[in-house]
């Protein structure tokens, strides 16, 4: 069966501008912090910096553990479906089924990573006084930038659509019926 539709992440044409957006939210956030949190004063430390580094790894790890969650709680999913792992070649971070999914799932799917790795660590920074979590907080939502694009993609389609996750590329295949061959080998 044919997709209606592919939605494909060009990494090549998205990564600059994914850099660029993680420098203005890193601007942005250092600003806010300061303003809000410690008006007019600087703290640099060993500490913090290797802080933020573990905190960084560890929270792309548990971004990609978060798009599993989404598969089985909003798509009901099996675990036997899904796939995690690190594309070096790529120099990604991957999570993927190799079932279909709903489009009105798979929207949420995109999402909770988002909501679990960015937004509440910068709410949990600006509420407890760390600066750190304040920019991996940053970090991680501009991280989120290929999940926004396709979150944006998918809203045109119809939430009735069935998405197949592609395995080895960042790719969707969208699908106006359920698909009879699963996988978008």
Do not use: C
């Not at 420098?23 to 703290?43: D, G, I, Q, T």
């Not at 600066?131 to 290929?146: D, K, R, Y």
């Amino acid at each position: 069966m044919t997709p209606s539709h592919i939605i494909e992440l060009k990494l090549d044409e998205i990564a600059p501008k994914a850099l660029w957006f993680n420098v203005f939210l890193l601007v942005a956030f250092a600003l806010a912090y300061h303003l809000l949190n410690e008006p007019l004063s600087f703290r640099f430390s060993l500490l913090g910096i290797l802080m933020f580094l573990i905190g960084y790894v560890v929270l792309i790890i548990v971004h990609e553990f978060f798009h599993l969650i989404g598969f089985m709680v909003f798509g009901k999913l099996p675990v036997s479906s899904l796939n995690y792992g690190i594309n070096l070649k790529m120099g990604i971070a991957y999570a993927s089924t190799s079932r279909p999914i709903q489009n009105h799932a798979m929207r949420k799917v995109l999402l909770l990573p988002f909501w679990t790795t960015a937004f509440i660590p910068t709410v949990m920074g600006f509420w407890f006084d760390s600066q750190v979590l304040v920019l991996l907080g940053a970090m991680l939502t501009a991280g989120a930038f290929g999940d926004f694009i396709m979150y944006h993609e998918l809203r045109k389609e119809k939430n009735t659509a069935w998405i197949v996750d592609d395995p080895l590329l960042p790719r969707l295949h969208v699908y106006d019926h359920f698909p009879k061959n699963k996988s978008a080998d």
